[in-house]
């Protein structure tokens, strides 16, 4: 999904500099449809990334929890 991600991104900075530099006066549709794929190609990427960060997030979680839950039955001797 990464790598998807990255092309669509690469695709869509592309054609806006395409269209940037070959058409005298673009019409404020074709950057606008322009930056829909590469929002496309962003919203992969962070997608793949909250994924992982909440993964980790997760793993942190539980481990508070079971430092918290396990202290009252510590007994010291």
Known sequence: MLIEGCVLQIAGLAALALVTFHVDVPTSLAPALIMIIFADGR???????????????????????????????????
Request: aromatic letters at 2%; a positive charge; zero cysteines.
């Open 43 to 77: 919203g992969l990427l962070m997608a793949a990334r909250g994924a992982v960060l909440s993964t980790a997030q997760a793993v942190q979680s539980a481990r508070a929890g079971s430092v918290v839950s396990l202290r009252p039955f510590v007994t010291s001797s």
